[in-house]
């Protein structure tokens, strides 16, 4: 099984690992596009004004460009560790037991605009890209990771079944066929459903917890469902390939 997360805009700071090592990381192949992207974002940074416009930044959000300026030379930690947020905090990886913490490692993955997507345990430094920006002189961020990313992620979740928790913007940069997807849905009193927007990124982050914490190995959706009903969730199965989380 390979979970596939969302990253998050916010990141925790420094780390106790080695600068940035490209050949380190998992899907390998995407390492030329990688390269590429952080060229870019390192230069970006080198004109601030030109870095809060296309990062969507405030003027009090330096700390963020100073951050892609030191990308080839700050210090890493692993992508778990990395991503925070309403997610990350429900999936509560620092709660893991040594035995728990492996499984995260072996079943989770995590997409993003600068690195397309990582496994848990790749060592990456703290940054500042999202899957919806356009750097200057480039395509959109969809148009180039589209040609390599679809390919990496079918070649790592050969044989086994992919849950993509990812939001559609970071799914546009490489869908992966057949893999499950989650929708949240709020159930209100007179029986009409709304998506959640707050609340989406806390429910996928407990069912990523639950798909870490079991012992199953679910093969369909079916199991997939019986897990997320069994931590306490409420889940219908909508298709083949979609799952609702229902609040």
């Not at 989770?108 to 600068?114: F, K, T, V």
């Not at 390599?148 to 546009?172: C, F, K, M």
């Not at 940069?173 to 990124?201: C, M, Q, W, Y």
Request: glycine share 8%; net charge positive; charged share 25%.
């Amino acid at each position: 099984m390979l979970v596939l997360l969302p990253p998050s805009e916010t990141k925790s700071d420094g780390g106790c690992d080695a600068p940035l090592d490209l050949t380190s990381l998992a899907l390998p192949q995407l390492t030329p596009v990688r390269d590429r992207l952080i060229d870019e974002v390192v230069k970006l940074a080198a004109d601030p004004d030109g870095a809060r416009a296309v990062l969507g930044l405030g003027k009090g959000a330096d700390v963020e460009i100073a951050r892609n300026a030191s990308l080839r030379a700050s210090p890493t930690r692993p992508a778990l560790e990395r991503y925070t947020g309403v997610l990350y905090d429900a999936l509560d990886a620092r709660g893991f037991t040594k035995a728990q913490r492996a499984k995260a490692d072996a079943r989770l993955a995590i997409g993003s605009a600068l690195f397309g997507a990582v496994r848990a345990t790749d060592a990456i430094p703290a940054y500042r890209l999202s899957g919806g920006s356009k750097l200057p002189g480039l395509p959109t961020l969809s148009a180039i990771w589209r040609d390599v990313l679809p390919d990496a992620l079918h070649t790592e979740g050969a044989g086994e079944l992919v849950i993509d928790l990812r939001s559609g913007t970071y799914q546009q940069l490489g869908r992966v066929p057949g893999a499950i997807t989650a929708n949240v849905l709020t159930e209100h009193p007179d029986g009409t459903r709304t998506v959640v927007s707050h609340f989406n990124k806390h429910h996928k982050g407990l069912l990523a917890r639950a798909l870490v914490l079991t012992r199953a190995d679910p093969t369909d959706i079916r199991a997939v469902a019986r897990i997320a009903n069994k931590s306490g969730l409420k889940t219908e199965i909508a298709s083949a390939t979609e799952l609702l989380i229902i609040t």
